[in-house]
């Protein structure tokens, strides 16, 4: 059945800020406690979806979640009206306040693993919002997510958002982070690449956390019933350098896999084992660079395995949507040149500035999640948030009206930013039409 591939980003909060809360994330690390711009880092990533939606891609909008996260500050014994609980907070445990201010719901690529309807079992296209629980800022995410995902594939005929694993170190999953689906065209069945850092009950030695496990993913491809599965670990020293998630050293779309030599434990296995589930459906197109020719702390630094990669149409060969640090990053430009002018899968690229993000640890494919649909399915989503000239003008409008455009970490502790948060989120509900008692402020 002919399908198309759609993303959903997520939009970034009016409380987007450095707050350095990601071990192994080096942007966050480095970056923390600087001022942010959360006005720029939405006009930003609006940007980019406009450039995909111009490209002819399905473009959707994922809203924010609300931040503060009161209810999580109150769960944690702070008490009195909202503004007390957050200016208590703010003074005896600031760091808990950052945690709860977090927009980090911005990284739609975490929001969940989607399995497209050509490769389940039973013909529904299903949703597995990740836990995320390796941080405690991103652990907050999953029940709004799956609130989200349902308001915006809502027919339970044809979609199947699942809840979150269970909330277990040994099922800690970062969703699409760290999944790529290879295939032939998109309405076809595909192969089902699951990359995991550890075992669950592996004692995990690293300096940086290994965010995912194989039980993990194990439990997703089953509830999926995802065919063509093939699992494969990150490697270690890979994680150790800083690759929190698969997505910071490999991307793939249709046949094309596209990745550092130094992302997988064993590349030679990977590649075999894609082979054969590809075998007799399509031929897999592996696109790897050399360490000799991009150290691995340039192909971090520049992020360019956090391009997107995708199939335009009309197009043959893919466009990558790379990061302006690849472009700016001598020798991760040099290896976008070289891949296009090999005549191979990859036939071009464009820059886009998320800069605000990338502060962050956020790429251009960090900010969405890749959804599979086919006409049908695309006709059964929530219109509203549907992402076209229109809205993006309507979006552009409500964030110059609503958030500010510098943001220190100590003005976290503002209670004013809650009413300011909250009113921009209360404005949002009716544009994408989220219905009653979306946030928990509305309920
Ligand atoms: O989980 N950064 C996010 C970045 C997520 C990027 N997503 C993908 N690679 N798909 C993370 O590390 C930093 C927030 C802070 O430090 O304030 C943060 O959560």
């Known amino acids: 059945m002919k399908a198309v591939e759609a993303n959903c980003d997520g ?89 709860a201010c977090s927009a980090s719901p ?22 597995t919002p990740a836990n995320l629980l390796t941080n405690l800022h991103r652990s907050l995410e999953g029940g709004q997510t799956t609130r989200a995902l349902r308001c915006l594939f809502p027919d339970q005929t044809r979609f199947a958002v699942h809840d979150p694993l269970p909330t277990a170190p040994h099922f800690a999953d970062e969703g699409a982070a760290n999944h790529v689906r290879l295939c032939g065209d998109h309405g076809e069945a595909g192969v089902n690449l699951f990359v995991w850092g550890r075992e669950a009950w592996e004692q995990w030695q690293g300096r940086f956390p ?16 995802a065919g063509g599965a093939v699992f494969a670990r990150q490697a270690r020293t890979a994680i150790e350098a800083g690759v929190f998630h698969n997505d910071v050293v490999c991307v793939g779309a249709k046949s094309c896999l596209f990745y550092h030599e130094a992302a997988f434990e064993d590349s030679a296995a990977l590649q075999a084992d894609i082979r054969a589930a590809a075998a007799g459906r399509f031929e897999p197109q592996f696109v790897e660079v050399a360490t000799a020719d991009l ?9 360019l395995f956090n391009s997107m990669l995708v199939a335009l149409p009309g197009e043959d060969r893919l466009t990558l949507i790379a ?7 001598p020798r991760a430009k040099a290896a976008v040149d070289r891949a296009i002018a090999s005549n191979g899968p990859i036939g071009r690229v464009e820059y886009v500035d998320v800069r605000q993000s990338m502060r ?72 994408l039409d989220l219905g009653p008692g979306f946030y928990p402020f509305q309920r």
Request: charged residues 20%; negative net charge; contains cysteine.
């Open 360 to 431: 962050n640890g956020g790429g251009p494919a960090c900010l969405r999640l890749r959804v599979v649909l086919t006409d049908a399915e695309l006709a059964a989503t929530n219109p509203a948030q549907r992402f076209d000239a229109t809205l993006h003008d309507r979006l552009t409008a409500w964030a110059n009206a609503h958030y500010r455009d510098r943001l220190h970490p100590a003005d976290l502790a503002d209670p004013q930013l809650l009413v300011e948060s909250r009113r921009a989120l209360d404005e949002l509900t009716g544009i």
């Open 210 to 225: 290994a965010r995912q496990t194989l039980q993990a993913f194990e439990a997703v491809a089953r509830r999926h019933g």
């Open 106 to 127: 911005m990284w739609a690529a975490n929001a969940a693993t989607v399995t497209p309807s050509a490769d389940a079992a039973d013909g529904r296209v299903h949703f």
């Open 11 to 99: 939009l970034v909060g009016p409380t987007h800020s450095f707050a350095g809360l990601a071990p192994g994330n080096l942007a966050s690390e480095h970056n923390k406690g600087d001022p942010s711009n959360p006005r720029a880092a939405v006009l930003e990533g609006l940007a980019k979806m406009r450039l995909l939606a111009d490209l002819g891609l399905p473009q959707f909008v994922l809203p924010p979640h609300e931040r503060p996260d009161v209810g999580f500050l109150r769960a944690i014994g702070f008490t009195g009206t909202d503004a007390a609980v957050i200016e208590t907070a703010a003074k005896q445990a600031p760091e808990l306040l950052n945690t």
């Open 295 to 303: 150290p691995l702390d340039d192909a971090i630094r520049s992020y």
């Open 323 to 329: 990061p302006g640090e690849t472009r700016d990053t």
